[in-house]
């Protein structure tokens, strides 16, 4: 915990990694360690050292192809009793360890970008974001569900408390917070990408962006502070235990360490990009840096470095070289600067840095209170390529890369962005510039050999090489700069904004067997003996049957009465309709034709005022096998999708919504039907949940039903991702429902989701979905629905 008035000294320097130091989390085993990762392509496991202040490795987990970028722990489960370890890189996976492997135990695959960001929830999920503009919920080796919304890549994920919450802050500028798979706001206020998020408690965040501010935010939408000190991009946040005190790190050079909102401490570092911090246990930092070494900083006395350390570690930062282009220290006109002596005044605060001139050479210090004497931090050099800033720093498109070339294919045209790392393919790269930017493939060599030529050995971007250019000869490549105002934030927007995507996986339902009208349910008592679940897993389709056929023939005379000549039926037409009525109500022995399905089509096509009549024509017809088969089958089922799907939109009318949805549950009761309905199942719940916003209870049901009937097909083919999506609904359907049929059908839809499924219970528990219905075991009225709830309750 960071305690009153101390300040933070080094604890210990510790070397292992060949490259950056990308990602740093705290480890639960063994007690007191972390674990680090880096661009050398590895995974460290460090453990407190016994006998001295440092730590040592325990070992070295590779199982990436390129750089790992983040990392954080899974907490310990029945299974894996220490927790698990995942890292995410910049080949597009997840690498999941044990704590005594160094080698995977499975491989997480389905970003299409780099994954730059982990976080770990309860009962086992796992929430990752990427370059490819989405963040993906894991849970064991499945992906559950993708979120989409973000219109750039995705630099920090974090799972809230409160179950089923999740944040992720992007290139685009925003942070999104998502409830049970759904954007439920987004908060905007930082001027450009969000780098880092951290939790301070349920209701309140932290999050760190390349504004070079930190923001503190309520979870209704509110910022509550923004904290400014940083004079660069900041990388990094982490929050002390048990207290709203807090670390940042970043491309300034500088850890920080905030206490009561205000920057208490500036460490300098011998590194010019900080790129990530955890804390401690005990309140110690650990930091990483590009220059590939990670140093532990403590208030404790007993752990501080020897006087020999700090010394060692103070001759290395004052060898340390600034390049004033990064605005580090403010402008500099060193005709103006004073000499030596300007350091015998005491500082005014922590962190203060003056620059002197001593003998033609700028020098900077910083002011260290606790020591009370100002400590050198570098030497402030011109535009030497040694000081340029080094792996990842160029920004193009919200991702970072080694090099961003600008490119003038001729005088009058556009020019073109060219990005490349160090660890690309040069043919690979110059042939993705000229297919992304339609060029002339002619240029391949020209443009690959510029490409080897200009970063040949190079590990940093030199600002003084003479770049020629291979489309016109003159030297107007320029490399791209490392501002953080040219940032282009712009991936290609998705469409559906929030949107929940479930997994990849198609299935096809199995047939369904009899149906269950659903309406005895309510007149079961209780025993006094031990309740028997009668409830669910349910086995069969639920559907609307009750209907009125001279009330709905009456409606639909006296409606055709005024209906456009265009749409008006004749005599022949309502009689044709009446018999298709009597035929898929069981009143006659007929079989439906194909002149009265023809009909009835044409009926259903009417204007939205007045076709409510046929649309429940067309929720009894569509129970008839005939009927189901003939909307359903391969050749019509588009049309009549479309036509279902427009009538669910929320401003239409009410009843062509109830009627479109009971339609859609009927649908279940055929084979056609189900296997159309599981087809388009994405389609459909993402277009039925919208239908959520009125208040009208039997729409409710009928999308409760809805869900329901999903729930008992995926039941059958136990399709992980569709329960997912299944199980997002119920979530958020809940939130608005009152009425309590409709409650109790979402209750048999959670308990048949849930059943026989430990993957699918682990998920409901990670939305939160237990918390959400413990309210309805102590419903009095009707009994159905506190008993099914506590059924359900038992499973969770």
């Not at 305690?3 to 320097?13: D, K, P």
């Not at 206490?259 to 590194?271: D, H, M, N, S, V």
């Not at 209750?747 to 309210?775: E, M, P, R, W």
Request: with cysteine.
């Amino acid at each position: 915990m960071a305690g009153e008035g101390g300040a933070f000294r080094l604890r210990c320097s510790l070397l292992g990694h060949g490259q950056d130091v990308r990602g740093l989390t705290r480890g639960l085993f063994p007690q007191g360690g972390f674990v680090s990762v880096s661009r050398d392509r590895t995974a460290r496991l460090w453990a407190p050292d016994g006998l001295n202040r440092g730590f040592t490795e325990m070992h070295c987990m590779s199982g990436h192809s390129n750089f790992v970028s983040c990392v954080c722990i899974i907490p310990p489960s029945d299974l894996y009793p220490r927790g698990l370890i995942a890292t995410g890189g910049n080949d597009h996976n997840i690498c999941i360890f044990t704590v005594d492997s160094t080698a995977p135990l499975y491989i997480l695959k389905g970003h299409k970008n780099t994954v730059c960001s982990l976080s770990s929830g309860k009962f086992g999920t796992l929430l990752s974001g990427s370059w490819d503009t989405t963040a993906k919920v894991w849970l064991n080796d499945r992906c559950m569900m993708t979120l989409q919304g973000h219109t750039a890549a995705i630099w920090a994920v974090k799972i809230l408390p409160e179950q089923g919450l999740m944040l992720t802050g992007s290139a685009d500028k925003t942070i999104k917070l998502w409830k049970a798979g759904r954007c439920e706001r987004t908060f905007t206020g930082h001027e450009d990408c969000v780098r880092g998020l951290a939790i301070l408690s349920e209701t309140e965040f932290l999050s760190c962006a390349n504004d070079a501010s930190v923001r503190r935010w309520q979870i209704s939408g509110e910022c509550l502070q923004v904290y400014y000190g940083h004079t660069n991009y900041i990388y990094s946040i982490s929050v002390f235990p048990q207290c709203k005190d807090f670390v940042t790190t970043g491309e300034d050079r500088s850890l920080r360490i905030w206490k009561q909102g205000e920057c208490a401490q500036t460490i300098r570092l011998p590194a010019q990009s900080v790129w990530c911090c955890c804390v401690l246990d005990n309140g110690d930092i650990v930091v990483g840096a590009s220059d590939g070494i990670i140093r532990v900083f403590t208030e404790s006395l007993e752990r501080t470095a020897s006087a020999e350390e700090i010394q060692a570690f103070e001759n290395e930062l004052s060898q340390a070289s600034i390049d004033p282009k990064t605005g580090d220290l403010g402008d500099i006109n060193a005709d103006d600067l004073p000499g030596r002596e300007h350091l015998k005044d005491r500082g005014t605060r922590d962190g203060q840095t003056r620059l002197i001139k001593d003998n033609g050479k700028v020098e900077a210090y910083q002011w260290s209170v606790s020591e009370g004497r100002w400590i050198k931090i570098g030497d402030v050099v011109g535009s030497a390529g040694a000081t340029q800033q080094t792996s990842g720093k160029v920004l193009f498109e919200g991702k970072e890369y080694d090099y961003v070339f600008t490119i003038d294919v001729n005088e009058s045209g556009p020019s073109y962005k060219l990005p490349y790392n160090i660890t690309d393919d040069p043919w690979l790269s110059a042939y993705n510039f000229l297919q992304k930017n339609d060029l002339n493939p002619m240029f391949l060599d020209q443009v690959a050999k510029f490409i080897m030529d200009n970063t040949k050995g190079q590990t940093l971007l030199s600002s003084s090489a003479q770049f020629s250019d291979p489309f016109t000869g003159a030297g107007r490549y320029v490399p791209g700069s490392s501002s953080g105002s040219n940032t282009i934030p712009g991936a290609d927007p998705f469409t559906g904004a929030g949107r929940y995507v479930p997994g990849s996986a198609s299935n096809v339902g199995a047939p369904v067997g009899g149906v269950d009208p659903y309406t005895g349910m309510g007149a079961y008592q209780p025993a006094a003996a031990k309740a028997e679940n009668i409830y669910f897993p349910k086995k069969d389709a639920v559907t609307f049957d009750q209907a009125n056929p001279t009330q709905i023939l009456g409606k639909l005379k006296e409606l055709n009465g005024t209906a456009a000549e265009e749409h008006k039926l004749t005599e022949d037409d309502l009689i044709i309709l009446e018999k298709l009525l009597s035929a898929t109500c069981n009143t006659s022995a007929e079989t439906p034709t194909a002149q009265q399905i023809q009909t009835l089509w044409r009926a259903v096509n009417w204007p939205e005022d007045i076709v409510f009549p046929a649309l429940d024509i067309l929720r009894l017809s569509v129970r008839h096998p005939t009927v189901n088969e003939n909307f359903c089958s391969e050749k019509e089922h588009v049309q009549f999708i479309v036509l279902l799907l427009k009538f669910l939109n929320p401003k239409g009318k009410q009843a062509n919504q109830l009627l479109a949805l009971r339609a859609l549950c009927n649908c279940f009761v055929s084979h056609a039907g189900e296997k159309l309905m599981m087809e388009q199942r994405d389609e459909i719940m993402t277009q039925a949940i919208e239908t959520k916003s009125g208040n009208n209870k039997n729409i409710h049901i009928a999308l409760a039903t809805l869900t329901l009937n999903y729930a008992v097909c995926l039941h059958k083919v136990n399709n992980i991702e569709g329960k997912a999506q299944c199980l997002s609904v119920i979530s958020t359907v809940m939130e608005v429902v009152q009425d309590l049929e409709a409650i109790f059908r979402l209750l048999v839809a959670l308990g048949t989701l849930i059943s026989d499924d430990t993957n699918a219970v682990q998920l409901a528990k990670s939305l939160g979905v237990d918390s959400q219905i413990k309210k309805y075991a102590s419903v009095s009225e009707p009994a159905k629905v506190k008993e099914c709830c506590r059924f359900v309750l038992n499973l969770l």
